[in-house]
């Protein structure tokens, strides 16, 4: 029962499947598909240098590593890897093997420190520290059940504001890309973003497979996107919000969360029976409007850095 480790072929449909599986069984607050994987590895930058890896025994892909360098920030030498291991295939070498590759991979082409998430428990910490890496932030992932848990009531509009979907700027999405810019650059983390392409934003947000503009919502104020909760879906009963923010101009007046409320409910009237989120542990705000819907903590993630001499 020998391990080997090798690059997930893109032509290989079974690949994808494999590699969505893994990631689901390990990691099932996160949203993946084999379609999702397939566009990422189609879309994403060439300078990035990304190389989504599997570790294979008897036919079987039990192990995931998905390598690239952080092309969009501003400080050089920056790589991530992010290991995931079947969690009834442990122990068999696929994760040290899938390491060696990757840090090899992001050495080669000029990476100095790399980033790591490792789930809060403590064999996957321990496995982290022993590969030299040293614990940074972390972040939660939060469940919502949407089939069972009563929502907050919505609420009228303030003046002057109004609701939109997604899908209203269909012809022109450049105001949500200009939304997301903001907002991301001032989420918390231990990298910082460049967020100014509009066309990989394009490719890689905006027509992504998961991303459901007809469930991301946009309270528009003075004529434009004020703040936004953009959604994804797998396909299936599952929903996942990968932002929720608000321009620094309207911060203070409850529109993030009039937006997530408003995107909530039209996913529960849409049959969708699962909602998760992260947040990072640091974003205080953040939390405690997610509880205030009803999410509850459900895994904590861990961020681990390791440098090269």
Request: charged letters at 25%; hydrophobic letters at 40%.
């Amino acid at each position: 029962m020998t391990v080997i480790v090798r690059d997930l072929a893109p032509e290989v449909r079974a690949d994808f499947e494999g590699f969505a599986r893994v990631r689901h069984l390990a990691l099932p607050f996160f949203l993946v598909t084999p379609d999702s994987l397939a566009h990422d590895l189609a879309h994403t930058r060439p300078e990035a240098h990304y190389r989504p890896l599997v570790a294979e025994m008897d036919g079987e892909v039990i192990g995931t590593a998905q390598v690239g360098l952080v092309h969009d920030s501003p400080e050089p030498g920056l790589g991530y890897v992010n290991v995931y291991v079947h969690p009834g295939r442990t122990r068999r070498g696929a994760g040290s093997l899938l390491v060696r590759a990757a840090e090899q991979h992001l050495a080669d082409r000029g990476a100095t420190k790399l980033f790591a998430w490792v789930l809060d428990e403590p064999g996957n910490r321990a496995f982290a520290e022993r590969h030299g890496y040293r614990e940074s932030r972390s972040a939660h992932f939060l469940r919502l059940d949407l089939a069972g848990g009563g929502l907050p009531p919505l609420r009228p509009l303030p003046p002057g504001v109004e609701l939109r979907t997604g899908a209203d700027f269909a012809a022109d999405p450049r105001p949500l890309f200009e939304l997301d810019s903001e907002t991301m650059s001032d989420e918390p983390s231990d990298i910082a973003y460049e967020f100014t392409d509009y066309g990989a934003w394009l490719t890689e947000t905006w027509q992504h497979p998961l991303f459901s503009p007809e469930l991301t919502s946009v309270a528009v104020a003075d004529g434009r996107p004020a703040a936004f909760s953009m959604a994804r879906t797998d396909g299936g009963t599952r929903y996942g919000t990968v932002m929720t923010g608000t321009a620094r101009a309207f911060r203070g007046r409850g529109l993030a969360k009039l937006a997530k409320n408003d995107s909530l409910h039209r996913a529960r009237a849409a049959g969708l029976t699962e909602a998760f989120t992260g947040n990072d542990t640091g974003n205080g705000p953040m939390i405690a409007i997610n509880k205030w819907f009803g999410y509850e903590i459900c895994a904590t993630e861990v961020r681990y850095v390791r440098e090269f001499s």
